[in-house]
């Protein structure tokens, strides 16, 4: 039952999600202007890429090795912050990536 899938049958598992991606995504493009979403369900769809980074990283920022980590010398930790700061600061999304991850690579070296 653990055995790897491979040949004809990993050939098929690719073909298959390449399909069901191709479909979902090229769904909203065909329907076009024929479908039409609610003001309230546009604006909360602004916000799914957003979410969807925060379900990612704030796990990986808080809980290295599956214990919450929320001491100061979490070099994790103070990347985020570095970038939080120069996001409310400028604005300006490029400098926010760069600036926490130099401010990461400083504290996990110094620290």
């Known amino acids: 039952m653990n055995e790897p899938v491979s040949g004809i049958a990993l050939g098929v598992v690719i073909l298959g999600l390449a399909l069901s991606t191709f479909l979902t995504r090229t769904s909203f493009l065909l329907a076009g202007a024929r479908l039409r979403l609610r003001p309230r369900i546009e604006a ?57 991850m130099i401010v990461y690579s400083l504290a996990r070296l110094l620290l």
Do not use: E
Not at 52 to 72: K, Q, R
């Open 44 to 100: 909360a769809l602004r916000y799914a890429p957003v979410c969807t980074l925060m379900a990612i990283i704030v796990p990986d920022v808080l809980m290295p090795g599956h214990v919450y980590d929320f001491s100061p010398l979490n070099p994790r930790l103070i990347g985020v912050l570095a970038a939080c700061v120069w996001l409310f600061w400028s604005r300006n999304i490029l400098g926010c990536l760069t600036t926490g």
